[in-house]
């Protein structure tokens, strides 16, 4: 969970410098007031239109009593829809905090919140009717608004959105919008210097489920919760602030309860919208227990008539209502009544409350402003929770009905009111007017039940002039000389009004006051209020209010007498009491430890602490960083000698918080920096050492520090100073562990010494491609290869490189073939060669594609790739010499011997084809039988053998 804290004071970091340096991206160019009033600018937007989930502290009013039947439904939206609002950033304090000479008006400026379109989406796997919604908004502090430092201009602040609501409840399914952000000074010589165009972001934030500021019916006193998800994600740019670190992705808990009704009204001001008596005050609470905001829920606008966001920071939000413009309706004043709708369509339900899984009726009126009926229309039943879906036209009155089964699923936001209620919307999609009711359901339905519902109560507590409202989910904690304000809520839950009765309730002190319910309708809520003082001596205990509705059984329909009775329980302590230990004697930059474990919470349980460091630098908006420590732990350190201040926030299990202030002394020293590079290189490779981090912490002046190198290689002597000259680069050959030092001495004569060593690894070799060469002539490949003949002889080079001192062992090694040895034959001794550069003489005595291979070794025994070539040998034909040929003619029954030599690399098969006009093979091919084997025939001519037939030697 980010809070307000988070964002303001460095993400909680406080360890060591980094955290002085929050927006360390801010131009050094842009004055130090300007650069403060951005800061706190854009986290007061980023409040306002972010799903903010930090802790609000909202200053409520005196409760009042009241009585509440089933609540009030939502009213559907319509396309067109608008409402402006008007909106205050009020950041006076905030900047007073920062310790500048600035000051910023109040912003001001209107919200318009226009609904622009209604769609029908798949969400986590039900189809959804939504509203799109377009949110715009400009705000300035005026032309003389801003001063910075003697110069004056105005802030001006745009932002445009969009957010989808789902209709069925008005849960918030995502929101996004752009940001922009411009100062405008009265003389435009600043914008020459530095980027006026302060930031220009989107931000866009998904919830997993919807989530659901508001459950409906709404009705004083409901308390529900929901547990959701919510992704956010940045894009954008600014020359002052890296804006992906307001991007989240986190599971938040919270809880709402209604505390008030009536007209909107905090810190005696009331909206410029003037029909709003009749709203809802809803508080949220976090899991924590913290607060984190506030809405009066205004039903005769169908929506919020104000928001407000207040920080202890020092910026406070408001939205007030001043125009509402509903689309489509008649008798509108835009600053007080919505008028009437044209056409509409009003949902009634058979029953105010229904058990689970039960067909109920509900009834469609559709109807003009006048009451005329709208006919034959097919209106669209969606109870998309069940989803359930169905279809019915409208009659000659305007009416259909539907059945839709309850269901027993419970919903996304458990009450303590109901089994769970969800909206049941029956629309026509041509027109595209909603009508919506919410089904209230019960797991069980009785005529009566009186009940001290006292998971609804809250209590407004008055300590110091200040006053807070907890609900049941914070607890209700208190210590002496606190004032308290219960409201104290009586509820029937029943499906029928009851008679008269009695509540009694009696006090801590035993004093019991009685009230007289005349009667409490079905569904409904009478608050009774009671105040009391807590004494001064009072002990650390636990003080109940006791809680009897109808001791007396008047209400003799009640179905459950058993939840008559509850009890208010005051958990009566003390403030935290703060103590602490630092570490003394520290120099700049050395960290200070802080030891607040003896911080003790007099009434039991633990305590936490938040320790909120001063801090002089310019980027500071508040002038303290802070951080938050549950064990009571933290350390610090500082950039400058002095006596800071430390302020020791400890806060207990009650929420109880108590501020102890002292200060930590902090001595001179030298300078500090830093040597950076890498531990270890390739021998070869250039390695580069900067000096970085410089911080002359004995003297404010700008006079540099001076730094001497000492270095094996390069550098080595080199004198430098920290305002040029900061780095050293070598390419070092030889291998081995290396050490280079620097010292840097201030314009005092302190010095510092920084040592950094490295590593210089033997590199492996490399390889060049392979080289082919016949008689001298370099040899092209072809098709990827190189073609030869059998036994032609070819030089084969390739050329290995290394760093120099491994440049001479390099060795390298070929292999002329994939097959054994026999297929290739050469007049290298070996198949490896010493040095870079190696070039060998070989052929191949067998035919088809060989592959040879080549790599480089040097003498750590790296190698380089393998690189490949493929050669492609042709077979040769042999040569034949006939070596015995008879004279002819050849006389009958003559012995004739016929022989001949063959002259060929391979194995070779002698034929004889003895008839070479028959294809005794039958292949095809006449003269290639081998009709007798042998390099030597013998043959005798008899009288069948025709004269003159040739004979085929192969």
Same mark, same amino acid.
């Given at each position: 969970?980010?809070?307000?804290?988070?964002?303001?004071?460095?993400?909680?970091?406080?360890? @060591?410098?980094?955290?002085?340096?929050?927006?360390?991206?801010?131009?050094?160019?842009?004055?130090?007031?300007?650069?403060?009033?951005?800061?706190? *600018?854009?986290?007061?937007?980023?409040? %306002?239109?972010?799903?903010?989930?930090?802790?609000?502290?909202?200053?409520?009013?005196?409760?009042?009593?009241?009585?509440?039947?089933?609540?009030?439904?939502?009213?559907?939206?319509?396309?067109?829809?608008?409402?402006?609002?008007?909106?205050?950033?009020?950041?006076?304090?905030?900047?007073?905090?920062?310790?500048?000479?600035?000051?910023?008006?109040?912003?001001?400026?209107?919200?318009?919140?226009?609904?622009?379109?209604?769609?029908?989406?798949?969400?986590?796997?039900?189809?959804?009717?939504?509203?799109?919604?377009?949110?715009?908004?400009?705000?300035?502090?005026?032309?003389?608004?801003?001063?910075?430092?003697?110069?004056?201009?105005?802030?001006?602040?745009?932002?445009?959105?969009?957010? +989808?609501?789902?209709?069925?409840?008005?849960?918030?399914?995502?929101?996004?919008?752009?940001?922009?952000?411009?100062?405008?000074?009265?003389?435009?010589?600043?914008?020459? +210097?530095?980027?006026?165009?302060?930031?220009?972001?989107?931000?866009?934030?998904?919830?997993?489920?919807?989530?659901?500021?508001?459950?409906?019916?709404?009705?004083?006193?409901?308390?529900?919760?929901?547990?959701?998800?919510?992704?956010?994600?940045?894009?954008?740019?600014?020359?002052?602030?890296?804006?992906?670190?307001?991007?989240?992705?986190?599971?938040?808990?919270?809880?709402?309860?209604?505390?008030?009704?009536?007209?909107?009204?905090?810190?005696?001001?009331?909206?410029?919208?003037?029909?709003?008596?009749?709203?809802?005050?809803?508080?949220?609470?976090?899991?924590?227990?913290?607060?984190?905001?506030?809405?009066?829920?205004?039903?005769?606008?169908?929506?919020?008539?104000?928001?407000?966001?207040?920080?202890?920071?020092? &910026?406070?939000?408001?939205?007030?209502?001043?125009?509402?413009?509903?689309?489509?309706?008649?008798?509108?004043?835009?600053?007080?009544?919505?008028?009437?709708?044209?056409?509409?369509?009003?949902?009634?339900?058979?029953?105010?409350?229904?058990?689970?899984?039960?067909?109920?009726?509900?009834?469609?009126?559709?109807?003009?402003?006048?009451?005329?009926?709208?006919?034959?229309?097919?209106?669209? %039943?969606?109870?998309?929770?069940?989803?359930?879906?169905?279809?019915?036209?409208?009659?000659?009155?305007?009416?259909?009905?539907?059945?839709?089964?309850?269901?027993?699923?419970?919903?996304?936001?458990?009450?303590?009111?109901?089994?769970?209620?969800?909206?049941?919307?029956?629309?026509?999609?041509?027109?595209?007017?909603?009508? +919506?009711?919410?089904?209230?359901?019960?797991? =069980?339905?009785?005529?009566?039940?009186?009940?001290?519902?006292?998971?609804?109560?809250?209590?407004?507590?008055?300590?110091?002039?200040?006053?807070?409202?907890?609900?049941?989910?914070?607890?209700?904690?208190?210590?002496?000389?606190?004032?308290?304000?219960?409201?104290?809520?009586?509820?029937?839950?029943?499906?029928?009004?009851?008679?008269?009765?009695?509540?009694? *309730?009696?006090?801590?002190?035993?004093?019991?006051?009685?009230?007289?319910?005349?009667?409490?309708?079905?569904?409904?809520?009478?608050?009774?209020?009671? =105040?009391?003082?807590?004494?001064?001596?009072?002990?650390?205990?636990?003080?109940?209010?006791?809680?009897?509705?109808?001791?007396?059984?008047?209400?003799?329909?009640?179905?459950?007498?058993?939840?008559?009775?509850?009890?208010?329980?005051?958990?009566?302590?003390?403030?935290?009491?703060?103590?602490?230990?630092?570490?003394?004697?520290?120099?700049?930059?050395?960290?200070?430890?802080?030891?607040?474990?003896?911080?003790?919470?007099?009434?039991?349980?633990?305590?936490?602490?938040?320790?909120?460091?001063?801090?002089?630098?310019?980027?500071?908006?508040?002038?303290?960083?802070?951080?938050?420590?549950?064990?009571?732990?933290?350390?610090?350190?500082?950039?400058?000698?002095?006596?800071?201040?430390?302020?020791?926030?400890?806060?207990?299990?009650?929420?109880?918080?108590?501020?102890?202030?002292?200060?930590?002394?902090?001595?001179?020293?030298?300078?500090?920096?830093?040597?950076?590079?890498?531990?270890?290189?390739?021998?070869?490779?250039?390695?580069?050492?900067?000096?970085?981090?410089?911080?002359?912490?004995?003297?404010?002046?700008?006079?540099?520090?001076?730094?001497?190198?000492?270095?094996?290689?390069?550098?080595?002597?080199?004198?430098?100073?920290?305002?040029?000259?900061?780095?050293?680069?070598?390419?070092?050959?030889?291998?081995?562990? &290396?050490? +280079?030092?620097?010292?840097?001495?201030?314009?005092?004569?302190?010095?510092?010494?920084?040592?950094?060593?490295?590593?210089?690894?033997?590199?492996?070799?490399? *390889?060049?491609?392979?080289?082919?060469?016949?008689?001298?002539?370099?040899?092209?490949?072809?098709?990827? %290869?190189?073609?030869?003949?059998?036994?032609?002889?070819?030089?084969?080079?390739?050329?290995?490189?290394?760093?120099?001192?491994?440049?001479?062992?390099?060795?390298?090694? #070929?292999?002329?073939?994939?097959?054994?040895?026999?297929?290739?034959?050469?007049?290298?001794?070996?198949?490896?060669?010493?040095?870079?550069?190696?070039?060998?003489?070989?052929? #191949?005595?067998?035919?088809?594609?060989?592959?040879?291979?080549?790599?480089?070794?040097?003498?750590?025994?790296?190698?380089?790739?393998?690189?490949?070539?493929?050669?492609?040998?042709?077979?040769?034909?042999?040569?034949?010499?006939?070596?015995?040929?008879?004279?002819?003619?050849?006389?009958?029954?003559?012995?004739?011997? *016929?022989?001949?030599?063959?002259?060929?690399?391979?194995?070779?098969?002698?034929? #004889?084809?003895?008839?070479?006009?028959?294809?005794?093979?039958?292949?095809?091919?006449?003269?290639?039988?081998?009709?007798?084997? @042998?390099?030597?025939?013998?043959?005798?001519?008899?009288?069948?053998?025709?004269?003159?037939?040739?004979?085929?030697?192969?």
């Amino acid at each position: 969970m980010h809070s307000l804290y988070s964002i303001i004071f460095s993400k909680w970091k406080g360890y @060591g410098t980094s955290s002085r340096h929050r927006y360390n991206q801010i131009r050094t160019s842009l004055p130090q007031a300007m650069r403060q009033i951005l800061v706190a *600018i854009f986290i007061v937007l980023s409040m %306002m239109l972010m799903p903010w989930q930090g802790e609000y502290f909202v200053d409520e009013e005196t409760s009042k009593s009241y009585s509440s039947a089933i609540g009030e439904d939502l009213d559907a939206w319509r396309i067109g829809d608008r409402w402006v609002y008007e909106t205050l950033f009020d950041v006076q304090q905030l900047i007073a905090n920062s310790g500048t000479d600035a000051s910023l008006n109040t912003l001001t400026g209107d919200t318009q919140v226009e609904v622009t379109d209604i769609a029908d989406l798949n969400y986590n796997g039900t189809q959804t009717l939504v509203y799109i919604v377009e949110v715009s908004g400009s705000f300035t502090s005026g032309s003389d608004g801003a001063t910075l430092q003697g110069a004056t201009g105005s802030l001006d602040v745009k932002y445009t959105g969009t957010d +989808i609501i789902r209709a069925r409840d008005l849960a918030v399914i995502q929101t996004s919008f752009r940001l922009e952000v411009d100062f405008n000074p009265n003389l435009g010589l600043i914008c020459w +210097i530095t980027n006026c165009e302060l930031a220009d972001i989107t931000i866009t934030t998904e919830y997993q489920p919807g989530k659901e500021k508001r459950d409906f019916p709404i009705r004083s006193g409901d308390f529900w919760y929901q547990n959701h998800w919510s992704d956010t994600t940045v894009d954008g740019e600014s020359d002052y602030f890296d804006v992906s670190t307001f991007g989240s992705s986190e599971e938040a808990n919270s809880s709402w309860q209604v505390v008030d009704t009536g007209t909107p009204l905090e810190d005696g001001t009331s909206i410029q919208y003037a029909g709003c008596g009749n709203s809802y005050k809803i508080t949220e609470v976090n899991i924590t227990g913290q607060n984190q905001g506030m809405e009066w829920f205004c039903p005769a606008v169908r929506s919020y008539a104000w928001s407000r966001v207040v920080n202890e920071a020092g &910026f406070q939000i408001d939205w007030l209502l001043k125009e509402y413009y509903p689309a489509a309706s008649n008798n509108v004043a835009a600053s007080s009544d919505p008028g009437v709708r044209q056409e509409s369509i009003e949902v009634s339900l058979e029953f105010i409350a229904a058990p689970l899984d039960y067909e109920q009726g509900a009834t469609a009126t559709y109807q003009s402003s006048t009451g005329t009926g709208v006919p034959g229309s097919n209106l669209y %039943m969606r109870y998309e929770t069940a989803g359930s879906t169905s279809t019915q036209v409208t009659d000659n009155a305007g009416i259909a009905t539907f059945i839709v089964n309850t269901s027993s699923e419970t919903d996304d936001t458990p009450s303590t009111s109901d089994y769970a209620s969800r909206g049941l919307i029956i629309w026509d999609p041509v027109t595209e007017i909603i009508g +919506i009711a919410t089904i209230v359901m019960q797991a =069980e339905i009785v005529g009566l039940d009186l009940v001290a519902q006292m998971s609804s109560a809250f209590m407004e507590r008055t300590r110091d002039g200040q006053t807070q409202t907890f609900t049941s989910a914070q607890g209700y904690n208190v210590i002496p000389g606190d004032s308290v304000s219960l409201s104290i809520p009586v509820q029937n839950n029943g499906i029928a009004d009851s008679p008269a009765f009695d509540v009694i *309730i009696t006090y801590p002190d035993a004093t019991v006051i009685q009230e007289r319910i005349p009667t409490l309708e079905a569904l409904g809520e009478e608050r009774i209020i009671v =105040e009391w003082s807590i004494p001064a001596d009072m002990t650390i205990s636990q003080q109940n209010f006791v809680i009897n509705v109808d001791p007396n059984n008047e209400a003799t329909q009640d179905a459950d007498l058993t939840n008559n009775q509850g009890t208010i329980s005051l958990n009566v302590g003390r403030l935290p009491e703060p103590a602490v230990q630092q570490t003394d004697g520290v120099y700049t930059f050395e960290p200070i430890f802080y030891d607040a474990t003896g911080s003790i919470d007099p009434d039991g349980g633990d305590v936490t602490c938040v320790f909120s460091f001063e801090n002089a630098s310019e980027d500071s908006v508040s002038g303290f960083d802070t951080v938050v420590s549950t064990d009571c732990m933290a350390e610090w350190n500082w950039s400058n000698d002095g006596d800071w201040q430390v302020q020791l926030y400890v806060t207990d299990d009650e929420s109880d918080e108590v501020l102890h202030e002292f200060t930590s002394e902090v001595l001179n020293r030298a300078p500090e920096f830093e040597i950076n590079g890498v531990d270890a290189i390739y021998a070869g490779d250039q390695i580069s050492f900067s000096i970085d981090n410089i911080s002359d912490i004995d003297t404010e002046s700008i006079t540099p520090v001076t730094f001497s190198w000492t270095s094996p290689f390069m550098c080595d002597g080199q004198v430098t100073t920290s305002f040029a000259g900061l780095q050293c680069e070598m390419e070092p050959q030889e291998e081995g562990v &290396f050490q +280079i030092s620097v010292i840097g001495t201030d314009d005092d004569g302190a010095t510092t010494e920084r040592n950094a060593s490295f590593e210089v690894v033997n590199k492996a070799p490399t *390889i060049e491609p392979i080289e082919m060469w016949v008689d001298g002539v370099y040899l092209e490949q072809l098709d990827g %290869m190189w073609h030869l003949d059998e036994y032609q002889t070819v030089t084969l080079k390739v050329q290995g490189s290394d760093t120099l001192f491994d440049l001479d062992s390099l060795q390298v090694s #070929w292999s002329l073939s994939e097959e054994n040895e026999t297929s290739y034959s050469t007049d290298t001794p070996t198949l490896s060669t010493l040095g870079g550069e190696s070039e060998i003489e070989a052929s #191949w005595h067998t035919s088809g594609q060989h592959q040879i291979t080549a790599k480089v070794i040097d003498d750590n025994g790296a190698t380089s790739e393998i690189i490949y070539g493929t050669v492609n040998i042709s077979n040769i034909a042999p040569d034949i010499t006939l070596t015995n040929v008879p004279s002819l003619p050849i006389g009958e029954d003559e012995i004739v011997t *016929i022989s001949f030599e063959a002259d060929d690399g391979d194995v070779l098969m002698y034929c #004889w084809d003895l008839d070479a006009t028959f294809d005794s093979n039958e292949d095809g091919v006449f003269d290639n039988d081998c009709d007798r084997e @042998g390099a030597q025939f013998d043959f005798i001519r008899s009288l069948s053998t025709p004269l003159g037939q040739p004979l085929v030697i192969t």
